[in-house]
Nanobody, 124 residues
Framework: QLQLVESGGGLVQPGASLTLSCAASGFSLEGLPLGWFRQAPGNEREGVSCISVSGGTTSYHDSVKVRFTISRDDAKKTVYLHMNNVKPEDTGTYYC?????????????????WGQGTQVTVSS
C-alpha cells in the first residue's frame, strides 16, 4: 500500500521553529518531485514549497520565502519542511504530496499521492 505519513505538527508560539517530516511507505521517493501544501479552514489547499527530483531546484510561496526550507532524503524516503520564525498566518493542515512533474508553481493538480496531513497552529 502506497502511503505518505506526515508528522511534526503541533501548537507553537509565533517566532518558533518547527520541522515537519513526511515518510513514504510502500514505494520509493526516488524519481518523484515532492511538495508541501497547506490548507487553512475555509481556504483551498495551496502550495507552500516544492522540490525537484534531484533536490537541486526548489520553490517557495512568497509568504514563506527565507523562513521555510524544503529538503529530501531519498535513502530515508522522507521529505522535510523546516519552518523558522513561524507566524499565525502559517496555521493550517500541512500535507505532503508526490508529484508527476516538477513545477515552480507548486500546483496541487500535478501531485497525485497525498498524506493525511499534520496540523500546525501558531498562536500565543
Amino acid at each position: 500500500q502506497l502511503q505518505l505519513v506526515e508528522s511534526g505538527g503541533g501548537l507553537v508560539q509565533p517566532g518558533a521553529s518547527l520541522t515537519l517530516s513526511c515518510a513514504a511507505s510502500g514505494f520509493s521517493l526516488e524519481g518523484l518531485p515532492l511538495g508541501w501544501f497547506r490548507q487553512a479552514p475555509g481556504n483551498e489547499r495551496e502550495g507552500v514549497s516544492c522540490i525537484s527530483v534531484s533536490g537541486g531546484t526548489t520553490s517557495y510561496h512568497d509568504s514563506v520565502k527565507v523562513r521555510f526550507t524544503i529538503s529530501r532524503d531519498d535513502a530515508k524516503k522522507t521529505v522535510y519542511l523546516h519552518m523558522n520564525n513561524v507566524k499565525p498566518e502559517d496555521t493550517g493542515t500541512y500535507y505532503c504530496g508526490a508529484g508527476i512533474i516538477y513545477s515552480d508553481a507548486c500546483e496541487t493538480r500535478i501531485h497525485n499521492h497525498w498524506g493525511q496531513g499534520t496540523q500546525v497552529t501558531v498562536s500565543s
